[in-house]
């Protein structure tokens, strides 16, 4: 072969820093010819590459050695013989594997949520206000979060599917969990009077059955019934399960800091979701949302129930030990594990964070865990 | 803020590619050369020479003479695929220029948030490799411009 000649590209000026080496991850170099890449990030931010439905954190490594980027000559003379140096690397950019960041989407939608009836009267309220007070109260539409939170597509409408926020006219509005528990109570009903399966609903004839009788927006409806359930041509696949899970909730949720008797909470729930699916109601479903403790000096033995959710205890695992103890000073394996599910991803970490944040007791019934004296 | 970035294997500003004996480094239009320290060049480099670029055919071994150094490099197999990202130039420049005057000052904003783009336009599995000190060559006088190694 004849003898390459390497020359600096003829536009060094413009060429220079315009050229970045991303290391690529095995999960990713296949979704690299396919997949949309962007990144994300405020100025003050640590930069984020999402994909669909990935974040990864971008680091940037520095080399001791320099990379040249070779390409062909693009002069138009065809002296086939000369390579060109396009540019001079002494970094490489690290894709790490994260979580999203989606932590300031709950400070943006503070304040936002939507609640039947108080809507109109706020928006007017606002108005009056002046421009001083609907600063505090951005509008966040879906596009908004897009651009605002460090977040892969996929990841954030899964968030915002779990933390049940509705995009009405544009904007991004948390529903009011007590305005969550009632809409699904009118769906139950609505399906026991309209005798419709829950296994195809005609999406339609529902919503005009909540809009006539109910004032519940149809908007509002066609997204409740989007998150508990598949809607497809216009028909609907009910999610019994979930629905039923989230009515207990709603049920539960009043009860934070005076217990609630189990056997009264359970008639309240099956009574709430009617006869149909009553079947369906099982403490099992609010596995890391309740804390029970009985009471043995009544008789019968009394169990109260109080409402201890899981999603809203601190995500370190020191921290969130700390707050399981002082709800309550012993706990046995099976009671504390769904505590742990979003913290541990297997039953090894959870055992290994047991070991390190608790001493293990073995007593009445099975092993009981209490928390470390310093 | 969103940098938006693009896929685009084959590049449309050159249709031209690497003789074969240097695809095999990296990809058709794109190779990685990794040296230990850095070119340095004073004054405007802009297309000067650097140096003679080689590949034995039967070693494949490639070498690169930089005035009087000689460097003995090798293929090296990346751990992980590196993707070689572009900045797009602004090309349209002018265009915006004049949407901004149409549009009033509205779109200012826009078009400034617009101006990098990045598109990835090889994903390499291999780089070209200078791993040790140049040697000094004598008895050959090669007539190339002043491009140090340090």
């Known amino acids: 072969m004849a003898d390459l000649s390497l020359k600096f590209s003829s536009s060094t000026a413009l060429d220079t820093g315009s050229f970045r080496l991303l290391e690529l991850p095995s999960d990713l170099s296949k979704a690299v010819e396919s997949a949309l890449l962007s990144i994300k990030g405020d100025p003050d931010e640590d930069a984020v590459l999402c994909t669909g439905d990935k974040t990864y954190t971008l680091r940037s490594i520095v080399l001791s050695n320099s990379v040249l980027v070779v390409t062909p000559s693009q002069e138009d003379d065809g002296n086939s013989s000369d390579v060109v140096i396009r540019d001079q690397i002494h970094e490489v950019l690290e894709l790490v594997s994260s979580v999203p960041r989606l932590h300031k989407l709950d400070s943006l939608l503070r304040g936002r949520e939507y609640e039947e009836g108080r809507d109109e009267e706020e928006d007017i309220e606002m108005a009056d206000m002046g421009e001083n007070r609907s600063s505090q109260h951005v509008r966040l539409s879906y596009v908004d979060a897009r651009n605002v939170l460090q977040t892969s597509d996929s990841e954030l409408d899964r968030y915002l599917r779990d933390r049940r926020v509705l995009d009405l006219d544009g904007e991004l509005r948390p529903i009011v969990p007590s305005y969550l528990t009632t809409i699904l109570e009118l769906i139950l009903t609505n399906l026991v009077s309209l005798s419709l399966s829950h296994d195809a609903v005609p999406a339609d004839t529902l919503e005009s059955a909540l809009e006539g009788g109910h004032d519940v927006r149809r908007d509002v409806a066609r997204q409740v019934m989007g998150w508990f359930g598949i809607l497809a041509n216009g028909m609907w696949k009910m999610d019994a399960q979930a629905i039923v899970r989230e009515v207990g909730l709603g049920i539960l949720r009043p009860h934070r800091d005076d217990p609630i008797a189990q056997d009264a909470f359970l008639a309240r729930w099956r009574t709430a979701v009617g006869d149909t699916f009553a079947a369906h109601v099982s403490l099992a479903l609010l596995a890391g949302n309740y804390l029970s403790s009985t009471d043995s000096t009544r008789d019968p033995p009394l169990t109260t129930l109080t409402y201890l959710p899981c999603s809203q205890l601190p995500t370190d695992p020191a921290a969130r030990f700390g707050d399981l103890f002082r709800a309550r000073a012993r706990w046995r394996a099976e009671e504390i594990a769904p505590f742990l599910a979003d913290v541990a991803v297997d039953a090894k970490e959870r055992d290994r964070l047991l070991l390190k944040y608790t001493r293990a007791v073995p007593g009445e019934g099975g092993v009981w865990y209490s928390a470390r004296g310093r | ?150």
């Open chain 2, 1 to 150: 803020m969103i940098i938006p970035i693009g896929v685009a294997p084959s590049s449309s500003e050159s249709n031209r590619a690497f003789p074969p004996q240097l695809v095999q480094f990296g990809s058709d239009e794109y190779v990685l050369i990794e040296l230990q320290g850095s070119l340095e060049v004073e004054g405007n480099k802009d297309g000067q020479v650097v140096g003679r670029l080689r590949v034995d055919e039967a070693s494949k071994k490639p070498t690169l003479l930089i005035g009087h150094h000689l460097l003995e490099g090798k293929l090296v197999n990346l751990p992980k695929p590196l993707a070689i990202m572009h900045r797009s130039m602004p090309r349209d420049h002018d265009s915006d220029q004049r949407d901004i005057l149409m549009d009033g000052g509205l779109e200012n904003r826009r078009s400034t948030q617009a101006q990098s783009r990045w598109d990835i336009v090889a994903v390499v599995k291999r780089k070209m490799v200078f791993p040790r000190r140049p040697m000094p060559m004598v008895g050959r006088v090669a007539s190339l411009p002043q491009t140090e190694k340090r």
